[in-house]
């Protein structure tokens, strides 16, 4: 007799998805922000996390296929729109490549005592990409052992930052004030740009919609597991940012090395214990990648297949692997690496950061109108889960996060004050974002036509 299919718990799924979607590099810069973060934490979780997470929870259950985010822009506003999202949700992810492989050596030189000049920067950047794609490129039962590996140093490092923060604030004080009317908004433009990291640290949940036939009760499930995963993710980042807010007064807080600079300062010294974090912090930088790749890849896989993007997104190896993708991802995050020297931003690792968080928010924008769009032109789908709510409400659980979405990236993008810092910081990811979107346009547009000159020909073809 066949044993019976083991079911995916709620708790399964809330773990699995705060272990996937928590991303530690992203700490620090949602920390710089300062001691009103938190108010920004509260902020976005009910005005953008809740409506995000209920958005998709229907979507995910009504429209169930592999597709995900691509099929509901698709099914909404046509293979054209569809295009365009496959290509930013795609692009984000050599981007964030590229930017954790810079991000790998300034972990490494900092954390070994070592000072890599620029062209063997760029080789063991090469290393850590490629390496990525070929892991990236493997089946997921290949790559659990990786996965596992990496979700227990996550949580590790995180929680060794939060205990070391309480005990040095209890025993030492702490760099920041916390208190009083620093907790509330500054609305300081340029320092509100770092809010699309929180938001970025949001985006992910939508995948838990797949486990929707391993659950007993998919209906109730997979709301229940989106939202407390957000506030689980939430609170994990909260404390991790009051703890690094104990060592680094915010000013002087780096996007890129504030995690282990928190760790140095919280510890004392450069000891043994902040090598292994170090350590683990350079292997959760790969394994992250290895994790994401699969998801990123298949959905591009799935629109070449569609036939919206181009087909050299959908070559697949004989296990069925998305390798095209795969090795797409290579190509564009070398080109990254090694152009990185030229390119006039301080930080490298933050503007590369920033373009991918601005790459993924921008295939979101996409998300909540492809709900309503769905909600009212298709209302007779029966869906297993359904936004509550009077149309008043479900207009505003469109539009409050969409627009939340824009403003955040263009404050992410747009330089907002004329001084020479913030033009040197923001011009560069301007520039990248307006090609990328450029080079995306094109991509699409070549896929269509590609498609349309097939079908033409097989017409004449049938006819003769």
Known sequence: MEAPKKKFRLFDAVLMSVVVIMVVESAAPA???GPSQFFWWAFLLILFFIPYGL???ELGTTY???GGLYDWVRKAFGSRWGGRLAWCYWINYPIWMASLAVL?????????GIKLNTVTSIIVQLVFVWVVVILGNKPVSESKLILNLAAISKIFVIVSLVVLGIYVAATKGIANDFSGTNLLPKFNLSGLSNLSVIIFNFLGFEVVATMSSDMDNPK????QAIIYGGLLIAIFYVLAAFAMGTAIPTADLSASSGLMDSFILLIGSMNWFVIVIGVLFLYILASEMVSWALGVNYVADYAAKDHSLPAVFGKEDAKGMPVGTGYLNGIVATVLVVIAPMIPNQDIFWAFFSLNVVALLLSYTMLFPAFLKLRFSDPDTERPFKVPGSKLMIQLMTWVPEVILIITILLTILPTDSSKA???TKMPILIGTIITL???EIVVRVA???HKVAIQADLVEHHS
């Open 438 to 440: 450029a080079i995306g």
């Open 64 to 66: 169930a296929g592999d």
């Open 55 to 57: 958005v998709s929870s």
């Open 448 to 450: 269509e036509h590609r």
């Open 220 to 223: 109730k499930q997979i709301p």
């Open 31 to 33: 920390a710089a922000i």
């Open 422 to 424: 913030e033009f040197s």
């Open 104 to 112: 790998f050596t300034q972990v490494a030189g900092q954390v070994f």
